[in-house]
């Protein structure tokens, strides 16, 4: 028992310190992708900003799965008339740390 509560203190601890890396990382790869022309944290550009996308997809359990999939297929008509382009380019496991992040968002 007492290992079992150590590597769950352990474990928290590594999400509190890499945190704000994996973050960072994800802020890194929504600039390079060009998501931040587009996106901002709190306030509506040509998208919706990351907390109306994190409010609209709480509580959804398939959200990163469907979200991801929207950024590498494209589309239009959830948020406006305005279409996001498809993003085929990006690696899977890129766009799933960017949704994650973006979801994040309160």
Known sequence: MKNVLI???GAAGF???AGPALAQDAKELAQKSG????HAEDKKLVGPSMKE???KYKGQKD????LT???KKGGAGVW???PMPPHPHLKDEDIKKMVEWYL???
């Open 7 to 9: 590597g769950i203190v």
């Open 15 to 17: 999400l509190m310190v």
């Open 35 to 38: 998501c931040l022309a587009c």
């Open 53 to 55: 996308i994190a409010n």
């Open 63 to 66: 959200a990163v799965a469907k």
């Open 69 to 71: 999939e929207k950024v």
């Open 80 to 82: 406006g008339q305005v």
């Open 104 to 106: 994040a968002h309160k």
